[in-house]
């Protein structure tokens, strides 16, 4: 009876290996069913591409590709233009224009007339002390034509303050 018990496991471990073999050609099989079924896909992908290249014009697909850079290029470009134009002509109007206006409220509050400074500032750029409101110092010895563009500029400047 021992030896039959001895036997017995000496089975049911080859039995083990035997399964394990068995369990191991099966993964081979599937494997090998799924590489077959990958094969017939591949195929059928190769005559959908075939049938597709025989029916696409390449030639005037890169053509109509080239055209459409183009003019996407060409679009970008006046986009770019149109917007920086746009900016310029809308970007510092509006702010001088209420600049200048909110400073001229403060002058005038305050009770100082920028034009007679101005027009009676030195003509150089170094300037040793700038003069107190109540001595402004004005022009002498203006020729007829220095008159007249200085009466022209304070009408411009007046007709601004009355808008």
Do not use: C, W
């Amino acid at each position: 009876m021992a030896k039959d018990l001895i036997r017995t496991r000496h089975q049911i471990t080859k039995f083990y290996a035997l399964k394990s073999q068995l369990q191991g050609v099966s993964l081979r099989i599937q494997t090998l069913k799924s590489t077959q079924a990958m094969g017939e896909a591949m195929k059928g992908v190769t005559k959908a591409m075939k049938q597709m290249n025989r029916q696409l014009n390449l030639p005037a697909l890169q053509k109509i590709m080239q055209e459409f850079e183009r003019q996407n290029e060409r679009m970008e470009m006046t986009s770019e233009v149109m917007g920086d134009a746009i900016d310029d002509a809308l970007e510092g109007d509006e702010e001088e224009e209420e600049t200048e206006e909110l400073v001229n409220q403060v002058l005038d509050e305050i009770g100082i007339d920028l034009n007679s400074q101005l027009l009676s500032a030195p003509a150089s750029s170094t300037v040793a002390a700038a003069p107190a409101p109540a001595k402004i110092a004005q022009a002498t010895g203006a020729t007829e034509e220095d008159s007249g563009i200085d009466s022209d500029l304070q009408a411009r400047l007046d007709n601004l303050r009355k808008m």
